[in-house]
């Protein structure tokens, strides 16, 4: 997202956010591995409270990571999902950024 953040602003997306179930500590480090970004805010989900909301939780407690969110890619217009790419389990196919620019259109 990062590295297509300006062709998402290009195809009228305002916000790009990242948002992980981390603590807010964790987010600004990881932000700051992105020197080149402009675009992209990340923001920490700590508790799980927007992800649980989504209905998005995964319980990784077996493998020591506790409550962790699936991986997705949503479009939101005036508080109206136009875009929901949700991940089948560990992949990484519908919620990548070419696959937003594939839906927001040519």
């Known amino acids: ?5 300006e062709e998402l602003k290009g195809k009228g997306i305002d916000e790009i956010i990242c948002i992980s179930v981390n603590d807010p500590f ?3 480090e ?5 020197t080149n970004n402009k675009h992209v805010k990340f923001l920490a989900d700590g508790s799980a409270k927007y992800t649980y909301a989504l209905g998005l939780e995964m319980d990784l407690s077996e493998k020591g990571l506790g409550i962790r969110s699936r991986r997705f890619a949503l479009v939101v217009d005036n508080l109206e999902v136009k875009v929901a790419n949700i991940e089948e389990g560990p992949t990484f196919e519908v ?12």
């Open 26 to 28: 964790v987010m600004k």
């Open 1 to 5: 997202f990062v590295e297509k953040a």
């Open 95 to 106: 919620s990548s950024a070419e696959e937003i620019l594939k839906s927001v259109g040519a």
């Open 30 to 34: 990881w932000a700051k591995t992105y």
